[in-house]
């Protein structure tokens, strides 16, 4: 089973699409255990799907993510660059909903962040003009 989510910003939100042993789709939402959004993506990433919700653990992929960042941009001519990490992600037990109550799983997840920033003070803080977010990963799934 394959999980694909994109997004166009940094932001807690985007669209999601599973297919494999399960074909749905929806929005994906970084949320603390209490289900607050989580703007740092520490927590848990909430697959809102049309069948029903489940919740992935992606605990410290936020830190992972400003680590590489460190060193960002790979190319201060362009100001541009990508960051990449890696996450396993477990599926949080009970918190299934619809089709998806009682799973269980992983997905292997990467997630990859593709930026322009604005040319000048080209560093870790300068603003982007233009970002794409891509979460994928094969995951294997039961109930």
Do not use: W
Request: aromatic share 6%.
């Amino acid at each position: 089973m394959t999980l694909i989510a994109y997004s166009t910003t940094d932001g807690p939100t985007s669209r999601v699409i599973l297919t494999g042993a399960i074909g749905d789709y929806g929005t994906a939402v970084s949320v603390h255990p209490d289900g607050s959004t989580d703007p740092d993506h520490n927590g848990q990433l909430e697959l809102r799907l049309s069948k029903g919700t489940f919740r992935l653990d992606i605990s410290g992929l936020g830190s992972r993510l400003a680590q590489q960042f460190q060193s960002f941009p790979a190319n201060r001519v362009s100001c541009s660059g990508e960051v990449t990490a890696h996450q396993n992600a477990p599926i949080v037990g009970g918190d299934g909903t619809g089709a998806y109550t009682n799973l269980t799983g992983s997905f292997q997840l990467v997630v990859r962040i593709n930026e322009v920033d604005k040319a000048g003070n080209c560093g870790p803080s300068s603003p982007f003009l233009a970002q794409a977010v891509v979460i994928s990963g094969d995951g294997t799934v039961s109930r």
